[in-house]
């Protein structure tokens, strides 16, 4: 089977090869930086660090993009309540996006483009939006018009005959049944962060922000947009129609979009207040690559229902892998095989690249990788597994891991501050300040090390598991 992959524009499943040679260059909707990120946007983040390290997989050169949105409408409100400027606002959850990105193990985009530093690229592609008619001035702010974009709708499928062309929206985010010209550049307001320009001074609309970005760094044209689902519409509906309406190009010809996650069974949002960020859950005891198994359990086209059960579930099925990678460690098998681990070993490898190369399936990938690890460990207590087939095995891991990313982080050294950190815990145990040793776990889980108390004093490890598993 050939990579696919479900593409929101066509509704369809397509066969995947980059526009340009191996290089997939690939835009990633990044975070807000009002706040932390919670574990639904770190949903959409996993799904996009999967789909790039299978692209690596298979032998591709990735060029990705993610943006730092740090001016809109939520981050000039925050900046405006604690009266600092939009940099002093955004700069701690920049460092805390990028630390939570560092526990679960995803990997870095090779651009990280802040929307303040790109000011001329944003107001270049509005000059050229004007010259070809696309836009609108009213009441010193500069606007699309969707009546003039005859593809509009097309992404998110909506009707046509129901859009509101001529109607104005203001604000970045708004609903589907308010499909309105949008604003490009917003007229400066009293005390909010403001640039000059030719259209007079204000500031970007959101979604101009994408679509300068995106193309200065990766092309007019490009491999791959993802998301989460709530970016279809208005964002990314709103991208092409700028996009396109400027260059005249195909924009992007493959859209990825991830499901929202629900908790019990309703979508996580700030606005609901049920949602979780990686934070809280450290501080609760689980551990970063449990949140990162539990985050890639369901395929990323289906929402994923997170419970009070769903942690405890993800530990012990992770458990599962460790303990059968530290037996491959162990062991030092038969003279020979049994006939069949040969082709246990070939086959699984097999099943679980046709089963990624259908649209990332990963759900169905590690089903593959469990039946392999039952099979595998009968097959050691009947002690009919060579060294060689151990090796052979061990190296499948390794390569499945390229993809999935939860099994590697064990291998790195405890560093000195976190040894030190322990031996502060341990004395603030000692002498009874039980606040004191909490707040020093706490913190170390935030490091992504946890630790395990025993009669003799503590253990610290890695988190790839959680806290009270015992290898």
């Given at each position: 089977?050939?990579?696919?992959?479900?593409?929101?524009?066509?509704?369809?499943?397509?066969?995947?090869?980059?526009?340009?040679?191996?290089?997939?260059?690939?835009?990633?909707?990044?975070p807000t930086v009002y706040d932390y990120a919670h574990i639904g946007n770190f949903r959409a983040y996993l799904f996009e660090d999967l789909l790039r390290r299978y692209l690596k997989f298979k032998g591709f050169d990735v060029l990705q993009v993610m943006n730092l949105t740090d001016v809109d409408d939520k981050t000039i409100?925050?900046?405006?309540?604690?009266?600092?400027?939009?940099?002093?606002?955004?700069?701690?959850?920049?460092?805390?996006?990028?630390?939570?990105?560092?526990?679960?193990?995803?990997?870095?985009?090779?651009?990280?483009?802040?929307?303040?530093?790109?000011?001329?690229?944003?107001?270049?592609?509005?000059?050229?939006?004007?010259?070809?008619?696309?836009?609108?001035?009213?009441?010193?702010?500069?606007?699309?018009?969707?009546?003039?974009?005859?593809?509009?709708?097309?992404?998110?499928?909506?009707?046509?005959?129901?859009?509101?062309?001529?109607?104005?929206?203001?604000?970045?985010?708004?609903?589907?049944?308010?499909?309105?010209?949008?604003?490009?550049?917003?007229?400066?307001?009293?005390?909010?962060?403001?640039?000059?320009?030719?259209?007079?001074?204000?500031?970007?609309?959101?979604?101009?922000?994408?679509?300068?970005?995106?193309?200065?760094?990766?092309?007019?044209?490009?491999?791959?947009?993802?998301?989460?689902?709530?970016?279809?519409?208005?964002?990314?509906?709103?991208?092409?129609?700028?996009?396109?309406?400027?260059?005249?190009?195909?924009?992007?010809?493959?859209?990825?979009?991830?499901?929202?996650?629900?908790?019990?069974?309703?979508?996580?949002?700030?606005?609901?207040?049920?949602?979780?960020?990686?934070?809280?859950?450290?501080?609760?005891?689980?551990?970063?690559?449990?949140?990162?198994?539990?985050?890639?359990?369901?395929?990323?086209?289906?929402?994923?229902?997170?419970?009070?059960?769903?942690?405890?579930?993800?530990?012990?099925?992770?458990?599962?892998?460790?303990?059968?990678?530290?037996?491959?460690?162990?062991?030092?098998?038969?003279?020979?095989?049994?006939?069949?681990?040969?082709?246990?070993?070939?086959?699984?490898?097999?099943?679980?690249?046709?089963?990624?190369?259908?649209?990332?399936?990963?759900?169905?990938?590690?089903?593959?990788?469990?039946?392999?690890?039952?099979?595998?460990?009968?097959?050691?207590?009947?002690?009919?597994?060579?060294?060689?087939?151990?090796?052979?095995?061990?190296?499948?891991?390794?390569?499945?891991?390229?993809?999935?990313?939860?099994?590697?982080?064990?291998?790195?050294?405890?560093?000195?501050?976190?040894?030190?950190?322990?031996?502060?815990?341990?004395?603030?145990?000692?002498?009874?300040?039980?606040?004191?040793?909490?707040?020093?776990?706490?913190?170390?889980?935030?490091?992504?090390?946890?630790?395990?108390?025993?009669?003799?004093?503590?253990?610290?490890?890695?988190?790839?598991?959680?806290?009270?598993?015992?290898?």
């Amino acid at each position: 089977m050939s990579l696919r992959f479900f593409d929101t524009l066509t509704g369809e499943k397509r066969d995947f090869q980059p526009l340009e040679g191996v290089q997939v260059r690939m835009y990633t909707c990044g975070p807000t930086v009002y706040d932390y990120a919670h574990i639904g946007n770190f949903r959409a983040y996993l799904f996009e660090d999967l789909l790039r390290r299978y692209l690596k997989f298979k032998g591709f050169d990735v060029l990705q993009v993610m943006n730092l949105t740090d001016v809109d409408d939520k981050t000039i409100r925050g900046a405006l309540s604690q009266g600092v400027t939009l940099e002093h606002f955004t700069e701690p959850y920049v460092k805390a996006f990028f630390e939570d990105l560092d526990a679960l193990n995803i990997e870095r985009a090779e651009v990280y483009p802040r929307a303040t530093e790109h000011i001329p690229e944003m107001l270049s592609l509005i000059r050229r939006l004007k010259e070809k008619g696309h836009t609108y001035e009213s009441e010193g702010s500069i606007y699309f018009s969707i009546a003039t974009f005859p593809a509009y709708g097309r992404l998110s499928k909506m009707n046509l005959d129901q859009m509101r062309a001529g109607a104005r929206v203001d604000v970045d985010e708004y609903e589907k049944a308010d499909a309105r010209d949008f604003a490009l550049w917003k007229r400066a307001k009293p005390d909010e962060p403001s640039w000059e320009s030719e259209f007079g001074p204000g500031r970007p609309g959101w979604h101009i922000e994408c679509s300068a970005m995106s193309m200065k760094y990766l092309g007019e044209s490009f491999d791959v947009h993802t998301g989460g689902t709530d970016n279809v519409f208005p964002h990314h509906e709103n991208e092409i129609a700028q996009s396109e309406g400027a260059t005249g190009k195909q924009f992007v010809n493959f859209w990825l979009h991830c499901e929202w996650l629900l908790v019990n069974g309703e979508k996580m949002a700030k606005s609901k207040g049920n949602f979780y960020t990686l934070r809280d859950l450290l501080a609760q005891g689980h551990a970063p690559m449990t949140i990162r198994f539990f985050l890639m359990s369901s395929h990323y086209r289906h929402q994923l229902n997170f419970t009070e059960d769903s942690l405890p579930q993800a530990a012990s099925a992770l458990q599962r892998l460790l303990d059968f990678r530290d037996r491959l460690e162990r062991e030092e098998g038969a003279p020979v095989s049994a006939p069949e681990i040969p082709q246990l070993i070939a086959e699984t490898s097999h099943n679980f690249i046709e089963a990624v190369d259908d649209d990332l399936n990963v759900p169905r990938a590690l089903g593959h990788l469990f039946d392999f690890v039952r099979e595998m460990n009968q097959a050691l207590g009947d002690q009919v597994v060579s060294a060689q087939d151990i090796g052979a095995a061990r190296a499948l891991l390794e390569k499945v891991d390229t993809v999935l990313g939860i099994l590697a982080p064990r291998e790195e050294p405890i560093p000195e501050e976190v040894l030190r950190l322990v031996e502060e815990r341990e004395a603030a145990r000692r002498n009874k300040n039980y606040a004191a040793a909490d707040q020093i776990r706490s913190h170390l889980l935030s490091l992504g090390y946890a630790l395990e108390d025993m009669r003799d004093g503590s253990r610290v490890k890695r988190a790839g598991v959680s806290p009270d598993a015992h290898e």
